[in-house]
């Protein structure tokens, strides 16, 4: 927990084993869902952050395809934008869909691709087999 939380803070504690990131003053529920998810060996970081690790490990680095072949061709398009550091409303517009239906797109690939949150999903593809 952070009084003032920022990016380089974030991704700094992150490379030095945090799981969980979030503002001192954030809600009671707020508090919760992050607990949950650390709880559930996923990692919890601000959308921002999140975006800057996703493309850091992306940067040069083209992924093998074979990735895709459980997916259908919606679930592509959706994880293709999550690695261009996409958010789900920019996805959402970009595929004329809500972000409802983006998160249900992913929450399918999550459990295609054996992953739980973005951050997991981009290092599995970045070093597919």
């Known amino acids: 927990m952070s009084n003032t939380p920022n990016d380089a803070e974030g ?4 490379q030095n084993g945090i799981r969980g990131y979030a503002n001192t003053f954030a809600a009671k529920q707020r508090i919760e869902q992050i607990v949950a998810t650390v709880k559930a060996d996923s990692v919890w970081l601000g959308p921002s952050i999140m975006q ?7 940067v040069n680095q083209e992924p093998k395809d074979e990735w895709k072949d459980p997916l259908t061709e919606r679930e592509i398009e959706t994880t293709e934008l999550v690695l261009q550091s996409k958010s789900n409303r920019e996805i959402a517009e970009q595929l004329g869909i809500t972000e409802r239906t983006v998160k249900a797109h992913l929450r399918n690939v999550f459990e295609k691709l054996e992953v739980t949150d973005r951050l997991s999903l981009v290092l599995k593809i970045k070093n597919w087999p």
């Open 11 to 14: 991704i700094k504690l992150f």
């Open 52 to 58: 800057a690790i996703c493309q850091s490990l992306m």
